[in-house]
């Protein structure tokens, strides 16, 4: 039941590119993204809906496919703050039994040189 | 800064100890969760409140309880502590209860116990 985060580990230099996916095997009906620095609490990123349109501030954008149930992270033209290790938290309905659950993936450790 | 607020942030004791760990949600949020993050299990969801009342449970263990007061803050009980209970323990609050609103944590309480 807990998504799957892919790559588990990704180094990059400043200025390059990343992906990061989260996958479920079951409906999604919201995925939250987070970026944790080693010791701290994680810090939210952006919020996807279910039907909800593609998301995205400064050079991180986001998307959410139904058909696959996968959720990608894009980080574009990385700094070094970006480096951390990026969670996806997911929720399968909108209220019922599950209310505000988040299960997390295993966290993917991104990892940005000058 | 995100506006939630943990004590202690950290709390070193023995093995069949109990302690509390405190929470106090961001200005305006209802809802309150709690979660456990360990090298081996990752971040894993514990429990829920919303306006007073528990919602939702996660793997959290008998020997563990929470409850949110009239004013909104919760307090997680840990008792009868074992060496596996080490971790961080993470508060997070929200507006609402559902999955589809942004889930703010706090700074955390690293638990260790010898």
């Known amino acids: 039941q807990q998504p799957v985060q892919s790559p588990q580990a990704v180094i990059l230099r400043e200025g390059e590119d990343a992906v990061i996916n989260c996958s479920s095997s079951?409906?999604?009906?919201?995925v939250h993204w987070y970026r944790q620095k080693h010791g701290e609490a994680p810090v939210f990123l952006m919020i996807?809906?279910?039907?909800?349109e593609q998301k995205g501030h400064d050079k991180i954008s986001a998307s959410f496919n139904e058909k696959k149930q996968q959720s990608s992270l894009y980080l574009t033209a990385s700094q070094l703050s970006y480096s951390g290790t990026y969670f996806c938290?997911?929720?399968?309905?909108?209220?019922?039994?599950?209310?505000?659950?988040?299960?997390f993936g295993q966290g993917t450790i991104l990892t940005v040189h000058p | 800064d995100s506006g939630v607020t943990q004590t202690p942030k950290h709390l070193i004791t023995a093995t069949g100890q109990r302690v509390t760990l405190r929470c106090s949600p961001r200005?305006?949020?209802?809802?309150v969760y709690w979660y456990q993050q360990s090298l081996d299990q990752g971040l894993q969801f514990l429990i829920q409140?919303?306006?007073?009342?528990?919602?939702a449970k996660g793997n959290i263990l008998e020997r563990f309880s929470a409850q949110q007061f009239p004013d909104l803050h919760s307090e997680l009980n840990l008792s009868s502590l074992e060496l596996g209970d080490s971790a961080l323990y993470f508060c997070?609050?929200?507006?609402?209860?559902?999955?589809?609103?942004?889930?703010?944590f706090g700074p955390g309480t690293r638990l260790t116990v010898t």
């Open positions: 200005s305006g949020d209802l809802s």
């Open positions: 996807l809906l279910k039907g909800g």
């Open positions: 997070a609050s929200s507006v609402a209860s559902s999955g589809i609103y942004e889930q703010y």
């Open positions: 938290g997911t929720a399968y309905n909108a209220g019922g039994t599950s209310y505000g659950k988040l299960t």
């Open positions: 409140y919303y306006n007073g009342e528990e919602r």
């Open positions: 079951k409906a999604l009906y919201s």
